[in-house]
């Protein structure tokens, strides 16, 4: 029964740590693809697949562990007292970040939730890409919440693709500042 009881325990506190390293969280799945493709000796357009679902898979458990880290969070009521075991559950579930519809050698799309329903975040997006020449082309379809991208096949490695992606999403995140107006 202790090591059912450890397990338990353990997910949380996991996701709680995952939470407080988020930086971690965005390279973890990148890594996983890697190792994966590599210990599988796979290249081409094979390695870009087993990266990307490997990589798809670690975010979803990620997602879980924090999910059950944020059930975790200590509360304490108005009047100061904590709830009976220090603990309340967070209702709040992130919702995916994005996950790969189709891809083969030289095109990619995504399904970005966030798409729908944040213009500004389409438009920062669509602006980051456009600004790479590797790319010939990024298609924003925001009422399926779908991004295509063709880019040069031969001039991007599978690492660099997967790489260039998760820098250009996390950047479009973040708003543009811009320059004061005097």
Do not use: F
């Not at 890697?34 to 357009?45: D, K, N, V, Y």
């Amino acid at each position: 029964m202790t090591s059912t009881s450890n397990s338990v325990t353990i997910a949380p506190r996991l996701g709680q740590w995952l939470e407080e390293y988020n930086e971690i969280t965005t390279i973890l799945p990148v890594l996983a693809g890697l190792l994966a493709t590599s210990r599988l000796r796979l290249r081409g357009a094979q390695a870009l697949l087993v990266n990307l679902l490997i990589a798809a898979l670690v975010r979803q458990v990620v997602g879980n562990l924090k999910q059950q880290g944020q059930s975790l969070t200590p509360v304490e009521t108005p009047n100061g007292d904590s709830t009976p075991n220090g603990y309340a559950t967070v209702a709040s579930q992130e919702p995916e970040d994005y996950t790969i519809v189709h891809s083969v050698p030289g095109r990619i799309r995504l399904r970005i939730p966030r798409l729908r329903t944040d213009a500004i975040y389409a438009k920062r997006l669509q602006a980051l890409l456009v600004e790479e020449s590797r790319v010939k082309s990024a298609r924003i379809n925001r009422a399926a919440a779908s991004l295509a991208i063709q880019y040069d096949g031969g001039g991007l490695s599978e690492l660099e693709l997967g790489l260039y992606l998760l820098q250009v999403l996390q950047q479009a995140e973040t708003p543009v500042s811009s320059p004061a107006q005097g």
